[in-house]
């Protein structure tokens, strides 16, 4: 009698659920769920506007559910907001997540990744401001021990970033301030001069080519060259033409600006046809300098301008890397301190021109894509 009872109870409530399944599929309503974006209604995009989007979050729950939605949300909107490198805008996402609850309180919670999600998001936020190069400082790391413990993961990327980024903050050569210009000709000087600090002697000028009454294109120049490329310039044969090569690119930060060379002659080859193994006829010790005898220099002693694949007479960067901008560039080197450059022609070999620009030529253009002019 109870199994039979039983029987007819399960026989019920499977004729139930399975009413409510076709009640729920024949019916015509639809139910969406509709997505608020704060950061869309805010008018300004600053940092005021992003910290109030972060204090609105903070007082709508206090159990701070959806947070780490909200802070990877967050994080792709900073570019946006101009806080990408912003140490206080950091510390008030970290501020976000919940205190104490994430701290593993025994051995197997902290070897297993007590709560990744909230792990992988802290430290998701950290490798941001790595990327961006944002230090943290000791009030990060007060935060992080009292948001996931001392053996959390967030805490121990904390530590590297710590060791790491200090090393490498001051390792360049190349000083760089914290905030690049905003104009165009301070950023091409800033790429001129750490292209050309190999050389001390380097002399960078800016011309305008409005100096210059057939230049089509009016722009500025900065143009770097030293009294030993001027004089390895005076050394290149007439018969033999000059190349501007290029544009290159070198980066100041996320900021890129293209580059020209002024490329000569090939540097000969040296060619020493000594027998290292003969011992007939061993030369005379030349000395110690300073204490006996003299030394002298090589035979061949080549200067940092001359490369293997020619001798590098000036680098330039202009307004708009045309080749008329370029080519008031070489009328403008001769008209400044390089009078040899009348009598040697000069050959444009762009990989690929940026502007379509006309260029008055002096000489019939030649195939492959190159112009041979004198300037």
Same mark, same amino acid.
Not at 256 to 278: A, C, S
Not at 318 to 339: H, Q, V
Not at 346 to 361: C, G, K, R, Y
């Given at each position: ?14 004729? #139930?659920?399975?009413? %409510? ?15 608020? @974006? ?16 972060? &204090? ?5 729950? /206090? ?7 909200? /802070?990877? =949300?967050?994080?792709? &909107?900073?570019?946006?907001?101009? %806080?990408?490198?912003?140490? $206080? ?5 970290? @501020? ?6 994430? *701290?593993?309180?025994? !051995? ?18 950290? $490798? ?8 943290? @400082? ?45 104009? +165009? ?16 002697? +380097?002399?960078?000028? !800016?011309?305008?080519?409005?100096? /210059? $009454?057939?230049?089509? @294109? ?25 190349? /501007? ?15 020209? !060379?002024?490329?000569?002659?090939? &540097? ?13 006829? *061993? ?11 003299? #030394?002298?220099?090589? =035979? ?11 001798? !590098?007479?000036? %680098? ?32 444009? +070999? ?21 112009? #041979?002019?004198?300037?």
């Amino acid at each position: 009698m109870a199994l039979k009872m039983l029987g007819n109870m399960l026989r019920t409530t499977r004729t #139930t659920s399975s009413l %409510v399944v076709t009640r729920w599929k024949s019916s015509n309503t639809e139910k969406k769920l509709t997505v608020y @974006d704060p950061y869309v209604t805010k008018p300004q995009k600053n940092k005021e506007t992003y910290l109030e989007v972060i &204090r609105m979050f903070e007082g709508q729950d /206090i159990r701070r559910r959806g947070h780490v939605e909200f /802070i990877y =949300a967050s994080l792709a &909107r900073m570019k946006e907001f101009g %806080v990408e490198k912003d140490l $206080e805008v950091y510390k008030a996402l970290v @501020d976000v997540l919940p205190k104490g609850k994430f *701290i593993p309180t025994n !051995i197997f919670q902290a070897e297993f990744l007590h709560y990744p999600k909230q792990q992988q998001c802290a430290v998701d936020l950290l $490798e941001q401001m790595e990327d961006n190069s944002v230090m943290p @400082d000791s009030e990060m790391e007060e935060m992080l021990m009292n948001i996931f413990g001392r053996r959390g993961i967030p805490l121990r990327k904390f530590w590297r970033m710590m060791y790491w980024m200090p090393k490498f903050k001051n390792l360049s050569p190349w000083y760089l301030p914290e905030h690049l210009p905003n104009d +165009t000709m301070e950023l091409a000087m800033l790429a001129i001069q750490r292209i050309t600090s190999v050389d001390p002697d +380097t002399k960078i000028s !800016i011309w305008q080519t409005e100096e /210059i $009454e057939a230049s089509l @294109d009016k722009t500025w120049i900065v143009s770097a060259q030293s009294r030993m490329q001027q004089v390895l310039l005076e050394e290149q044969p007439p018969d033999e033409p000059l190349a /501007i090569k290029g544009p290159y690119s070198v980066y100041l930060r996320d900021q890129v600006v293209t580059y020209f !060379i002024l490329l000569g002659k090939i &540097r000969p080859e040296h060619k020493d046809d000594k027998d290292l193994d003969d011992v007939s006829n *061993i030369e005379k010790p030349p000395g110690i300098p300073g204490f006996i005898g003299k #030394t002298t220099l090589p =035979a061949v002693k080549c200067t940092v301008h001359e490369q293997d694949d020619g001798t !590098i007479v000036a %680098v330039c960067a202009t307004g708009t890397s045309s080749r008329d901008s370029l080519l008031s560039w070489i009328r403008l080197l001769e008209k400044y301190g390089n009078p040899v450059l009348s009598d040697i022609p000069v050959i444009f +070999t762009l990989i690929a021109p940026p502007a379509d620009i006309a260029i008055q030529e002096t000489q019939p253009a030649v195939t492959d894509d190159k112009e #041979t002019t004198k300037s």
